[in-house]
């Protein structure tokens, strides 16, 4: 996923996204879906209309703030994974331990 930023005559800024190499419309519905696929954002392509360093650097901290999100997102499921993981193995141990269950004889010398 990489975002297309551009300035035109009138200093208004104009996102787009680049989506299989070609530039379309900025869609938030795209952007999710690429970020869940891809795990990461892109640098950034800024053109077009003389940004200030300012506004290129508050787009660069954006996209390295949102990528860092997705890092500590995907590291947070992780974590729960193992937790789970270790919370149904103690549930296993404990039932095994508390397995009293005697087992029955089968066969001809039962009295009935």
Known sequence: MKLIFKKDDESQIS???????????FSYVDMIKALIESRE????EISEGGFTDAE???????????????CSTDEAEG?????EEIAEEEEERIADE?????EIPMGDDIPF
């Open 56 to 70: 290129v650097t508050s787009i660069k901290r954006m996209v390295e703030f949102i990528n860092k999100e997705i």
């Open 79 to 83: 974590l729960q994974e193992a937790d």
């Open 15 to 25: 996102v787009f996204q680049d989506i299989d190499g070609k530039e379309q419309d």
């Open 98 to 102: 508390n397995d009293d269950t005697e």
């Open 41 to 44: 954002m892109e640098e950034p």
